[in-house]
Every structure is written in structure tokens, then in C-alpha cells.
């Protein structure tokens, strides 16, 4: 079992290409695809019939309703729906934002995929690099929506953006990719630091971003000292911990002390919170469902106890139940000289705890699903509870509920439709916004604002779950 072990998870010295033991489906002409699927019974070719006739009426009655639909209120509320009242003249942190936000994704996307291909490359595998069509193709939903928002505009300045973003990332992309491997190595960090910077443009510079920082730093800079021979005396390894936290400390209050004033939670609004809202959940509430599952694994008693009463609670209490509890009744919890949080701060963490909870159930699952041999061979190769969960254990219980991880991510980004409930003026609540003004009421224009708002969750939705589909094919998951 051990030399078994050896062989399929630490390496070997002769690796070979994987056995492909899925039988390729032979490419069809259009006119043969369709009668051997569709016309190849009497059955099949009345259910063809019926329901071809079906998606006709539909897209007829569809194509009819598009063309005599009055989008004037979408054009005319536009910045509502998509930034809620951020004024004029601070739109230029949205600018910046979107700018090194595409960045950092471009730069540590490109270093990823070129780091896999060398990796590939190595083990004999033929891999080719995906095009620059291949981008658009895979993100086509997201790109499309936002071409659509940017259609609805007044000015050419939002599809300027747009354009220049997109670019910007592809910019990136092949930077990352062109990258030396020590810069690629580190990328993450990197990516990490600009997204941390985007935010910080928005929300001005503070205690908080001062500590997010100087956390990243301390990682990077724990990181590089552990690289090269671990083997060290007391007094090295002393070294490797204070100059990560002199580093990280310095950050802090080298951050804390510039004093760039932004622009407060209270009045961001539109799909730019769902969307932020969202991507801030999964962050927070990947390591923390993560956790929990191992917690509720555990042998300690209070772990598991708390564990299990946090998991049971939230998944029991409808999630407009929490977001109307942290706003109403947590502030009257807090001490009287402490600042009550901002109503999407207090959303932000019931959403990822929220999260966390569903999170760690589908972990657990996946937990269970590793064999029992792979934690035998991993003891009986001597390593310790900490490296078994994190090289052997996790990384096959993660790859085996990836659809339903993604499940969660997906149904995260729209309960952030909720929102409306903690104050926060979000894409959904957009909507009832638009058909109040004035000059749209008793017009019947709420179709036409749902829908709207059911083609931008729906984009990015979309482009999540196929995101998923493609990692599942990379890992096979059907193994």
C-alpha cells in the first residue's frame, strides 16, 4: 500500500501519460447528428415535431415582445442598476479598480496556465496553449453582458471601459505568461496585492487594509524564507518568524498612516455590490466551511461541539432571518462605545457564514468519500495529521465535489438579491428603484427591468457553472 502510495502521489522516476479510458465520439454530419438523435423513431420524430413547434412559438412571442419592449428605463437608470448613487466624481476609483482588478487576474491566470504547460510538457502530457479566441470563447456570457450594459449607456464612456478591460486583461495574461518562472512562482502574491490595492483606491486606505496588507506580506515573506533546505538551527528559525512579522507590521502602519480618504460601504449599490458581495463570500467562506468540516472531524470535543452547532444553526435559519437580525437587533449586542458597522459590512459576514456552513457540509462529504488506504499509506509513511489533510487528504476531497462547490458559489452570488433586506441597495432592489421614478410609474415597465436583471445573474451564473465543467474535465473527476 505504502509503495503504491509512493508511486501515484509523491512521484516516481519514470512518469507516464495517463491511460485515456474514455472511448472518443466520432463527429457527425449536421444532417446525420440530427437523424440518428431526433428522427431516428416515430416516437422520437413526433416529440421532435411537438417540441420544435413549442421553441418556435416561444422564440416568436420572445423575438415580438424584445422589438416592442421600451427599454427607455433601462437607459435612463443605468447607473442605478449597475453602481446604485456613487457620485460623478468619484467614478475615476471605478476606473482604477476595474483596470487593476483585470490586471490581477490576467497576470496570475497567464503565470497559472504557463506554469501548468511546462508542468504538462514535463510529464509527456501535449497540451496546447488555449488562443487569444479561446479567452473570448470561455468568458463569452460575462463579456456579452457587459457589451449589453455598456449598449444602454448614454455616453461611449462605458463601453470605452469595457473595451480597455478586457484588453487589460488579456494584456496581462500574456505578461504572466511571458514571465520568468521565479516571478511566475510568486504571482499569486502578487495578484493578491493588486486586488488588495483596487479595494484600497475604493474604500481609501485604514487599520483594516492596513492589516489585510500586512498579513499578505507576512505570508510572501514566511514563504520565501521556508523555500530551500528546511533544516535549519533555533536561531534561523527565529529569523524565519520575526522578519515576516517585522514585515508584515510595517506594512501595517505604513498603510494605516497615508491617510487616502475613500468612499464609504454605505452608498455603493447596484450589480457592483452583489458582484463584490459575492466574490467576498467565497473568499471568506471557502477556508471557513474548510475548517468547519475538519472541526466537525475532530477528536477534540469542544471543536467538534462548536462545529457542529454553528453548522446546524446557520443551515437551519433561513438566510433573510440572519440578514435581518445582524441589522435590527447585533448592534443593541455591541458595547455602547464601539461604532456600529455599516449595514453591507454586517451583510458581508452573515453571507460568508452563511456560506461557510453549506460549505462545510459538502466538504465533509467529499471527506468521506477518500478512500481509508490513502490516510494508512500517509501514516505509514510517517507524516503528520497536518501534511496528510493538506497533501493527501483535501486535495481529493475537493476534486470530488467540485460540482458542488460551484453549486454553492453560484446560489451565494444570487442571495446576494437579499441584500435589499439589510439596506443595501443592490441589482434586484435596482429594479423597484427604476419603476418608481416618476416618469415610469403605472407603465408596466417591470418586465422589462426583471429581465434585465435576470440577464445579468444569469451571465455570470452561467460562466461560473462553465468554469466548473471545464475544471472537471481538466481533473476528471468521473475517476
Do not use: C
Not at 449536421?30 to 416529440?47: A, D, M, R, T
Not at 494605516?256 to 480618504?261: C, P, S, W
Not at 500517509?378 to 465535489?401: D, E, H, K, N, S
Request: hydrophobic share 55%; proline share 5%.
Amino acid at each position: 500500500m505504502a509503495d503504491q502510495f509512493v508511486e501515484t502521489h509523491m512521484g516516481g522516476e519514470d512518469p507516464q501519460v495517463p491511460f485515456d479510458d474514455h472511448p472518443s465520439v466520432p463527429h457527425l454530419p449536421p444532417g446525420e447528428w440530427v437523424k440518428k438523435n431526433l428522427f431516428n423513431s416515430k416516437l422520437n420524430s413526433v416529440i421532435t415535431v411537438v417540441f420544435g413547434l413549442i421553441v418556435l412559438w416561444v422564440a416568436y412571442f420572445s423575438i415580438t415582445w424584445l422589438i416592442d419592449a421600451d427599454f427607455t428605463i433601462i437607459r435612463d437608470t443605468l447607473r442605478v442598476f449597475m453602481i446604485g448613487s456613487f457620485p460623478d466624481d468619484e467614478l475615476w476609483r471605478l476606473w482604477v479598480q476595474g483596470y487593476l482588478l483585470m490586471f490581477a487576474i490576467g497576470f496570475a491566470s497567464g503565470a497559472r496556465a504557463r506554469t501548468s504547460f511546462e508542468q504538462a510538457r514535463l510529464q509527456g502530457v501535449g497540451v496546447e496553449p488555449q488562443s487569444l479566441l479561446g479567452l473570448l470563447r470561455r468568458f463569452w456570457p460575462i463579456i456579452l453582458a457587459l457589451v449589453v450594459f455598456a449598449s444602454f449607456a448614454k455616453t461611449i464612456s462605458p463601453m470605452i471601459l469595457v473595451v480597455t478591460s478586457v484588453a487589460t486583461a488579456i494584456v496581462a495574461r500574456y505578461v504572466g505568461w511571458a514571465s520568468p518562472a521565479a516571478v511566475r512562482l510568486r504571482s499569486g502574491y502578487v495578484a493578491a496585492l493588486l486586488v488588495i490595492a483596487s479595494m484600497l483606491v475604493v474604500a481609501g486606505t485604514s487599520k483594516f487594509g492596513g492589516a489585510v496588507v500586512g498579513l499578505v506580506l507576512f505570508f510572501w515573506a514566511f514563504t520565501e524564507f521556508r523555500r530551500g533546505d528546511p533544516s535549519t538551527s533555533g536561531a534561523q528559525e527565529a529569523v524565519r518568524w520575526i522578519i515576516p512579522i517585522v514585515i508584515g507590521v510595517a506594512a501595517y502602519f505604513a498603510i494605516a498612516a497615508i491617510g487616502f480618504e475613500g468612499f464609504g460601504w454605505k452608498d455603493w449599490g447596484g450589480l457592483y455590490v452583489n458582484v463584490f458581495t459575492a466574490v467576498i463570500g467565497i473568499v471568506l467562506g471557502l477556508p471557513l466551511g474548510i475548517l468547519l468540516a475538519l472541526g466537525r472531524r475532530s477528536d477534540l470535543p469542544v471543536v467538534k461541539t462548536t462545529s457542529v452547532l454553528f453548522i446546524e444553526f446557520v443551515r437551519g435559519v433561513p438566510l433573510l432571518s440572519l440578514l435581518i437580525f445582524s441589522i435590527v437587533f447585533l448592534p443593541f449586542f455591541l458595547p455602547p462605545s464601539w461604532e456600529t458597522p455599516a449595514a453591507l459590512t454586517l451583510a458581508i459576514v452573515v453571507i460568508a457564514g452563511f456560506s461557510a456552513a453549506y460549505i462545510a457540509e459538502i466538504v465533509r462529504g467529499g471527506l468521506q468519500a477518500v478512500a481509508k488506504g490513502q490516510t494508512e499509506a500517509a501514516q505509514a509513511l510517517g507524516l503528520a495529521p497536518g501534511p496528510m489533510q493538506r497533501f493527501i487528504v483535501l486535495p481529493q476531497a475537493l476534486r470530488a465535489v467540485i460540482p458542488a462547490m460551484v453549486g454553492q458559489f453560484i446560489s451565494l452570488f444570487k442571495d446576494t438579491s437579499l441584500l435589499f433586506a439589510a439596506g443595501v441597495l443592490e441589482f434586484l432592489g435596482a429594479s423597484t428603484i427604476a419603476n418608481n421614478q416618476p416618469q415610469f410609474l403605472g407603465r408596466g415597465l417591470a418586465p422589462v427591468t426583471l429581465l434585465f436583471v435576470a440577464f445579468g445573474f444569469w451571465a455570470f451564473s452561467y460562466n461560473m457553472s462553465r468554469e466548473s465543467r471545464l475544471l472537471e474535465k481538466r481533473l476528471d473527476t468521473s475517476r
